[in-house]
């Protein structure tokens, strides 16, 4: 496996946003959903429609249960992710059971291979020289959340890694690095 990098402009985050939405809602989707969840590319592209909606509405937690372990884990679907669903949803007469990432040569999910040059091709686009990959989308959701104050313990389990360091290797963080810590109870 080739090693690639998060996105860590927002600003770029944005125009790859826009050039997505050009290509097609429903890629624009999978960048979205892959950079605010962290969810695999492979849970991510077996996704049904009713795996993230209830009739026409977006869930506000979407549940994938852990091959491994067995394990359900809830992923907070925010309003960008939702905003984003509702369109794509509305855009066709869709069943339950459908991919929520239809090809459109079959019935089956995009491929894998579908899913990088989909991601890749943007990036080349809005003039992203570094390595970007399926990857990314994780990386990019665990460097921002982390940098958002989000703690690394949450990210690694997200991740489902072994140990902090791993984490912050994969995420291209010095692990030496030091965050200032807002506390801001606020009461």
């Not at 907070?76 to 905003?83: A, D, G, K, P, V």
Request: with cysteine.
């Amino acid at each position: 496996m080739e090693y690639v990098n998060p996105i860590r402009d927002l600003e770029t985050i944005r125009a790859m946003k826009e050039e997505l939405r050009k290509h097609s809602v429903r890629d624009l989707l999978l960048f979205v959903l892959g950079i605010n969840t962290g969810i695999s590319l492979i849970d991510l592209l077996h996704l049904t429609v009713e795996d993230v909606c209830d009739g026409q509405s977006p869930k506000q937690f979407l549940y994938i249960k852990d091959e491994r372990t067995g394990e359900e884990r809830a992923h907070y679907l925010n309003s960008n992710i939702q905003e984003i669903l509702k369109e794509y949803v509305s855009m066709m007469d869709w069943k339950p059971g459908d991919y929520l990432f239809k090809s459109k040569k079959d019935c089956g999910p995009i491929t894998r291979q579908q899913a990088y040059r989909i991601i890749n091709h943007s990036a080349r686009e809005v003039g992203i020289s570094e390595k970007i990959g399926t990857h990314t989308l994780r990386k990019t959701f665990g460097y921002h959340a982390y940098y958002k104050g989000v703690a690394i313990s949450i990210i690694k389990s997200i991740l489902h890694h072994h140990s902090t360091a791993e984490t912050l290797k994969y995420l291209g963080i010095d692990k030496n690095e030091r965050l200032p810590i807002k506390v801001d109870v606020n009461l």
